[in-house]
């Protein structure tokens, strides 16, 4: 409950933050963001990349994830227990927002997130896995687009710094009933694997910093 209060002020700070930065400015329009997240390579050994097409009221973006891998104890003592760990191979979908500032939007994101399986230790490649299965994802996601030498000329102009803050819920998974029942030669029981939500701590909110480039 406690991060939960945590990361809605969040959201209400960064919008009240970029109303104030940015009220007095028109959106662009017509430019192109190529960025790419810190949290997949520094915390998921994996890799992001995002592009943005920014229009006068409107962005619309792809992005696509790469070999991520969650260990199964940063998600939640069940998987901890059952010594598994998720190699997410491709977390990729679209996004629409609204420009409610030329730096502050509001996205609609549909989600596709492919998952394999593995015990904790074992040798991760595809014909090695417990399961595989993929689930999606919808959710909204909040942006703060910042160009810190905007009004520089030269190469460092177009440099961007993205901080996100994402909600992004299950809505469906190729798992029966979002569940898989199996023998875990580890804890030597029969065991119930359940699909993981795609954020942290097993819940759907996703807090990250991308960086990049605005041409």
Same mark, same amino acid.
């Given at each position: 409950?406690?991060?939960?209060?945590?990361?809605?002020?969040?959201?209400?700070?960064?919008?009240?933050?970029?109303?104030?930065?940015?009220?007095?400015?028109? *959106?662009?329009?017509?430019?192109?963001?190529?960025?790419?997240?810190?949290?997949?390579?520094?915390?998921?050994?994996?890799?992001?990349?995002?592009?943005?097409?920014?229009?006068?009221?409107?962005?619309?973006?792809?992005?696509?994830?790469?070999?991520?891998?969650?260990?199964?104890?940063?998600?939640?003592?069940?998987?901890?227990?059952?010594?598994?760990?998720?190699?997410?191979?491709?977390?990729?979908?679209?996004?629409?927002?609204?420009?409610?500032?030329?730096?502050?939007?509001?996205?609609?994101?549909?989600?596709?997130?492919?998952?394999? /399986?593995?015990?904790?230790?074992?040798?991760?490649?595809?014909?090695?896995?417990?399961?595989?299965?993929?689930?999606?994802?919808?959710?909204?996601?909040?942006?703060?687009?910042?160009? *810190?030498?905007?009004?520089?000329?030269?190469?460092?102009?177009?440099?961007?710094?993205?901080?996100?803050?994402?909600?992004?819920?299950?809505?469906?998974?190729?798992? *029966?009933?979002?569940?898989?029942?199996?023998?875990?030669?580890? /804890?030597?029981?029969?065991?119930?694997?359940?699909?993981?939500?795609?954020?942290?701590?097993? /819940? *759907?909110?996703?807090?990250?910093?991308?960086?990049?480039? /605005?041409?």
């Amino acid at each position: 409950m406690k991060t939960n209060r945590t990361i809605i002020t969040g959201i209400f700070a960064l919008l009240l933050f970029s109303f104030i930065a940015q009220a007095q400015n028109e *959106p662009e329009k017509n430019r192109f963001s190529l960025v790419f997240g810190l949290n997949q390579p520094l915390v998921l050994r994996g890799f992001n990349v995002e592009g943005n097409y920014w229009m006068k009221n409107w962005v619309i973006d792809y992005s696509h994830g790469f070999n991520l891998h969650a260990d199964g104890k940063a998600i939640a003592d069940e998987y901890d227990r059952q010594k598994v760990n998720f190699k997410i191979t491709h977390s990729l979908g679209l996004g629409i927002g609204y420009r409610f500032t030329k730096s502050f939007n509001l996205r609609l994101e549909p989600k596709l997130h492919i998952y394999e /399986t593995y015990y904790e230790g074992q040798d991760q490649s595809s014909a090695t896995s417990l399961v595989n299965f993929h689930t999606v994802t919808l959710g909204l996601g909040a942006y703060y687009r910042w160009m *810190p030498f905007e009004k520089k000329e030269g190469f460092a102009k177009g440099i961007t710094i993205v901080p996100s803050i994402r909600y992004w819920y299950k809505v469906d998974s190729s798992l *029966p009933n979002d569940q898989h029942a199996y023998f875990n030669t580890l /804890t030597n029981q029969n065991e119930i694997l359940k699909a993981p939500n795609i954020g942290a701590a097993n /819940t *759907p909110w996703i807090i990250n910093v991308s960086v990049g480039y /605005t041409f």
